[in-house]
């Protein structure tokens, strides 16, 4: 298995709080990504990053930033929680980037936002 | 963005019995991976097809990429409760670093 830790594993945090999930390689991989996974809406792309510094949006980044100061580490920020940010996140990892190279999810974080 | 949508949304069948789940596109793909996802856990890849028409198998999973490449198929045989899970398709639409996903199937296999 892909060298991939998300943490926390499961949150509960507060409407109007800031989170901060972090998602941890041993890869090495350039390309790292977060997901959110909701019922009816499958897996959406928040933010990804193309190496160290280098991040752009996806198609769900409203509301969220990142950060990526070293290979191994991807921060994703929620700057003030709201309830529709509830949701399953997953963070990916790939070597390539490329059309056809394959992405390493984590086991995801669980946030509720009360 | 290229829309991916997979059918049936849900499946729930026997042990034993034969499936087929779809993955289609309006546009061409340039070539679409295929995950499975189980529950608590994040998706992982079964395969990746790149040319029109091509068929792999992987033990009791075949997958078929349309001759035109705006389609893919899994088709399962002999269904076991340990094929249960969410089944997605997923492809760059063109793009150099970011996959989309279509909505899944979720699979329930009954003992």
């Known amino acids: 298995d892909a060298g991939i830790t998300q943490s926390p594993r499961h949150k509960v945090t507060e409407t109007g709080t800031p989170v901060t999930l972090r998602c941890h390689q041993t890869e090495n991989h350039r390309y790292m990504y977060w997901y959110r996974q909701d019922p009816g809406h499958g897996l959406r792309l928040i933010h990804y990053s193309y190496g160290v510094k280098d991040t752009d949006k996806g198609e769900v980044s409203d509301g969220y930033s990142v950060s990526r100061s070293k290979t191994e580490d991807f921060l994703l920020t929620l700057e003030s929680a709201t309830s529709s940010q509830t949701s399953v996140y997953f963070c990916a990892i790939s070597e390539y980037g490329r059309d056809n190279s394959p992405l390493h999810f984590g086991n995801g974080t669980r946030l509720t936002v009360t | 963005t290229q829309l991916l949508e997979q059918s049936p949304q849900f499946l729930s069948i026997q042990e034993g019995e034969n499936l087929t789940v779809y993955c289609n596109s309006s546009?061409?793909?340039?070539?679409l991976q295929w995950y499975r996802q189980e529950p608590g856990e994040g998706p992982v890849l079964l395969v990746t097809?790149?040319?029109?028409?091509e068929v792999k198998k992987l033990k009791r999973l075949t997958f078929q990429f349309g001759d035109a490449r705006k389609d893919s198929s899994l088709h399962i045989t002999a269904a076991q409760p340990g094929d249960t899970g969410l089944y997605l398709c997923a492809n760059s639409g063109g793009s150099n670093y970011k996959l989309t996903f279509g909505k899944g199937t979720l699979l329930t296999v009954n003992p």
């Open positions: 097809v790149v040319t029109g028409g």
């Open positions: 546009s061409v793909f340039s070539s």
